[in-house]
């Protein structure tokens, strides 16, 4: 019997994970959904996560790619594998920006796609890249220039402002909802210039400073800092930033779509989670097909370096088509019930113990819709969990969205965020054209189209301030259990369509039975489906 390739991809930078891949599988992870710190860098606990799901042990890796952030590459020492006993010759460093562009394309449907990889920075300064990406190969074709300062690109100048309005650069999506409240006729100077296909920025200091320093020299008056969305201003200047980084973006599409000749394009980087920005890129004359990988930002980049290491090992450019972002294992039904009697083998740490009881249900999806149609809020935990930063289903917090209820209880007693983040709409894949200003599929919720005419008030609770709305497509051939729960939801209730944020609380997403049990019990949600079992608080 011959042994099956097997490669692996390592991200050293923040939002640190791994992902291994062999000819059957592909099974990826964050640190963070493991040692529960967010952003966290890192990358044991994950590799043994990937390897315990896949069946192997480390020395049946033939070829492990590492890729990090910062001006250089990292070594082959600096990655810490060789204490591990692998081979030097099996460590490939991989240019942070490339790793990007392998997962734009080889996870895209397209055989020709120019790839367009934007961020807050990789190696050799780079914030914009792009590249021609056929069967043959992956080409980078140009970039902004290694002399700009990094303060200059687009995805910088976001976490900057992100910065100054008093949160943690990772954190751009708050700067995103709280922009649609703002008055774009304040600031009317531009924050970007696209010349050709490079970026040139106002900024010239990374984070807050850069924009403090912005301000005093165009006399632009951006709020205090740290308002956290509280005062005017810096709702104007959440709005500027947004309306400034969707026009650049358009821009560097455009060019560089023209500089390459292949109209499909893929968009990878963290600025591609932009989804307002997104659904106006795709939507150019341009722009023939488009796609995001679900894990745009640097969660996705060890899956970047594996789809590199398989190229690097096979001479094969690996083509995997995406219909899922569900890239963690599966839970048995005995480690559920492990964490259901409390046992500490399944690594429950209760942060507040209260009381529950539990059930197996025969119909766990139905379960739920009747549930949610009555008003109730509840975590679902099914099948492996997703890799990138959004809950599409399998680590997902569900209510009913047909009134601010449900969104008003997320925000005050469940989720405790800021009350101008809007909640996504999971719909039906088949009734999505219907519901939403959207003819194309949307499964990773990368995309913000507005709501049809006359039906938000039917869905008010997934409808931002500005008419739009963060769409998942759902597609129950792909989701089983989550779309025969909008199936159920539809059929009780008229609507298609169920209020989805992600399982967790201040924390990152869940990822065990025991963290799902865990955050149960620490916040108000009223009850969790895990695998088959209901649990309920009392």
Request: charged fraction near 20%.
């Amino acid at each position: 019997m011959s042994r099956t390739s097997c490669v692996v991809g390592i991200n050293l930078g923040h939002d640190g994970g791994v992902a291994l891949i062999t000819d059957t599988l592909m099974v990826a992870i964050g640190e963070e959904r493991l040692n529960r710190a967010r952003y966290s860098g890192g990358w044991t606990a994950s590799l043994l996560y990937c390897l315990r799901a896949a069946g192997l042990t480390l020395a049946d890796v033939d070829l492990v790619a590492v890729s990090g952030i910062g001006r250089t590459l990292p070594t082959r020492t600096e990655t810490g594998l060789t204490h591990l006993n692998v081979a030097a010759e099996q460590i490939v460093p991989v240019d942070h920006h490339l790793s990007h562009a392998y997962t734009a394309y080889c996870l895209s449907p397209f055989e020709e796609a120019t790839l367009l990889v934007v961020d807050g920075g990789g190696n050799n300064n780079d914030t914009e890249t792009y590249y021609r990406a056929t069967p043959s190969g992956i080409e980078r074709v140009g970039g902004n220039p290694s002399t700009r300062p990094r303060a200059g690109g687009i995805g910088a100048t976001y976490e900057a402002f992100t910065n100054w309005l008093g949160w943690h650069e990772q954190e751009a999506g708050k700067t995103m909802a709280l922009a649609s409240y703002g008055d774009l006729g304040l600031y009317l100077a531009p924050l970007f210039d696209v010349v050709d296909t490079q970026v040139h920025g106002r900024l010239t200091r990374t984070h807050a400073p850069g924009v403090a320093d912005l301000a005093k020299r165009t006399g632009f008056d951006f709020g205090p800092h740290g308002s956290l969305g509280e005062h005017e201003l810096g709702i104007n200047a959440a709005a500027y930033v947004q309306d400034q980084t969707e026009r650049a973006l358009c821009a560097l599409a455009e060019q560089t779509i023209a500089a390459t000749g292949l109209p499909n394009l893929c968009l990878a980087g963290g600025v591609a989670l932009n989804c307002v920005a997104a659904d106006k890129i795709r939507r150019l004359d341009s722009v023939a097909g488009y796609f995001a990988p679900p894990a745009s930002s640097d969660r996705g980049q060890a899956l970047g370096c594996a789809l590199y290491a398989w190229h690097r090992l096979t001479g094969d450019l690996p083509k995997r088509p995406l219909v899922s972002d569900y890239f963690g294992r599966d839970y048995t039904d005995a480690e559920i019930q492990q964490a259901l009697h409390r046992d500490p083998r399944s690594g429950l740490v209760e942060r507040r113990r209260a009381p529950f009881k539990w059930r197996r249900e025969s119909d766990i999806a139905r379960t739920a819709a009747e549930m949610i149609a009555d008003g109730k809020i509840i975590g679902w935990f099914q099948g492996g969990s997703e890799l990138g930063p959004r809950a599409l289903g399998a680590r997902s917090i569900l209510a009913d969205p047909r009134s601010t209820a449900s969104s008003d209880a997320l925000n005050q007693r469940i989720k405790h965020r800021e009350p101008f983040r809007p909640f996504a709409p999971a719909v039906l894949a088949d009734h999505a054209r219907a519901w939403f200003d959207l003819d194309v599929p949307s499964p990773f919720m990368l995309l913000a189209p507005p709501v049809r005419p006359g039906l938000a008030d039917k869905i008010a609770g997934v409808v931002h301030v500005d008419g739009t709305a963060r769409v998942q497509t759902v597609d129950p051939d792909v989701a089983p259990a989550y779309g025969s729960l909008i199936v159920n939801f539809h059929q009780i209730t008229g609507v298609p369509v169920v209020l989805n944020t992600s399982f967790n609380d201040r924390e990152p997403i869940v990822e065990t039975p025991a963290h799902a049990l865990a955050t149960l019990q620490a916040c108000d949600l009223d009850a969790a489906c895990i695998g088959d079992y209901l649990v309920e608080r009392v």
